[in-house]
């Protein structure tokens, strides 16, 4: 039986713009029509109208740079073991839960180095668990000491070492593969200028990935390890917290997604030490600045991006994304513009902008609805009233 959505602004994110006063229709699992008002008339056997004047229904968010199943530094620095691994998976489902609440519906996982980031997503997969759809990379790949190494990514050294890492991965059902191009701030002992994978070992990787018709990420963080994933063929450049005009120009030729991951590096600054290692805080200091200069001049190009917040380590739990698209208008993008890189960019991204992405008819029923207009205060994103995933209300009206 249909559920009808009306009486609100419905931003569509798709070939219907901006809808001021807009009707959705689900039935099932799918999307069956959406429009005016004036247009679209409510299937008189509904099961539920739901009335959300005042509001404004979007497409349900996608986070594209997310760690669910999160370990402390303690554990990172003692080893990771059984019991480890079982208090991880248990944070995991305070993460999917407030992931849920902030209208996130689909998320990629960049890294767990145990296969309960698998279970949990055929648990959800199944309707065990309420949370997002979860595309896993697995662990990612990293060289000896690598960035992750003791934490979300497996070890690996030269070609045949990575693409054997990347296929392991796949046979376990990952959806993306993650290479580490470069050091980063949550690796001890290493700077985030350092470049670590090869080109020649982050392509056999790739290669496996593409094989598959999977996408595969970097985590690039400088110039020199951003042209060296691209030079790979990577699909998505992760952070990319010093980037020049070669490698802007370069991921515009290429038509390559950017994931700038702005405000997981503000927080760090932000917190400092009181919250965060000692390591991280300096690093970060580092780059905040360039990484902003960087976000504007990709902004400038026309470089195509894409939201994550890299979130749900112990430092930072899931479900802030509203905090990075706000971010992003504080440094020039536009409301809409912001809106589309959390839906239609990422779905793009994630090779699934046939079912997600937009709202329109035929796709999965997948949105929010939040108080106020995100389009005149990006904050409204903080204020989830409804959340739909697949025809099915996660939170909000029953």
């Not at 999977?214 to 994933?229: G, P, Q």
């Not at 965060?276 to 400038?300: D, I």
């Not at 190009?301 to 939201?307: D, E, L, Q, R, T």
């Not at 809106?339 to 709202?359: K, M, S, V």
Request: aromatic content about 4%.
């Amino acid at each position: 039986m249909a559920i009808v959505i009306r009486g609100g602004r419905v931003i569509t994110v798709g070939t219907l713009g901006v809808i001021e006063k807009g009707v959705v229709v689900v039935d099932g699992q799918r999307i069956t029509a959406v429009g005016p008002e004036k247009e679209v008339a409510a299937p008189k056997d509904a099961a539920q109208v739901i009335d959300v004047k005042g509001r404004t229904v979007v497409p349900g968010l996608i986070d594209m740079h997310t760690h669910i199943c999160p370990f402390t530094d303690a554990e990172t620095k003692e080893g990771i073991n059984a019991s480890t691994v079982t208090e991880s998976v248990v944070r995991a489902l305070e993460n999917l839960r407030r992931t849920t609440a902030a209208g996130i519906t689909t998320v990629r996982d960049m890294g767990c180095k145990h296969t309960g980031i698998f279970a949990l997503r055929r648990a959800i997969d199944a309707g065990e668990r309420v949370g997002p759809r979860i595309l896993p990379c697995g662990a990612a790949i990293a060289m000896t000491g690598g960035h992750g190494y003791n934490s979300v990514a497996d070890e690996a050294d030269g070609p045949e070492a990575c693409r054997a890492l990347a296929r392991k991965q796949l046979r376990l059902g990952a959806d993306v593969i993650k290479i580490m191009a470069s050091g980063g701030a949550g690796t001890w002992g290493e700077r985030v200028v350092d470049s670590q994978l090869t080109v020649v070992e982050m392509a056999a990787a790739v290669e496996e990935a593409h094989k598959k018709g999977k996408t595969a990420a970097s985590h690039a963080t400088y110039i020199d390890s951003t042209i060296d994933s691209l030079n790979a063929g990577i699909d998505t450049i992760e952070h990319g917290l010093i980037l020049n005009d070669a490698c802007i120009q370069m991921i515009l030729k290429l038509n390559r997604c950017y994931v700038p991951t702005l405000e997981a590096y503000e927080r760090i600054v932000r917190l400092g030490a009181k919250v965060y290692p000692p390591y991280f805080v300096p690093k970060a200091e580092m780059v905040v600045g360039p990484h902003k200069e960087s976000f504007q001049l990709a902004l400038k190009a026309g470089v195509k991006m894409a939201a994550g917040t890299d979130s749900g380590g112990h430092f930072w739990p899931m479900g802030d994304i509203a905090l990075e698209l706000e971010r992003m208008v504080e440094f020039g993008m536009t409301a809409m513009a912001a809106l589309e890189t959390a839906t239609r960019n990422a779905a793009e991204a994630i090779q699934r902008l046939d079912q997600l992405g937009t709202l329109e008819t035929g796709k999965l029923a997948d949105l929010i609805v939040v108080d106020g207009n995100p389009l005149d205060d990006m904050a409204a994103m903080r204020n989830i009233w409804l959340v739909m995933k697949e025809g099915k209300v996660q939170v909000g009206a029953a």
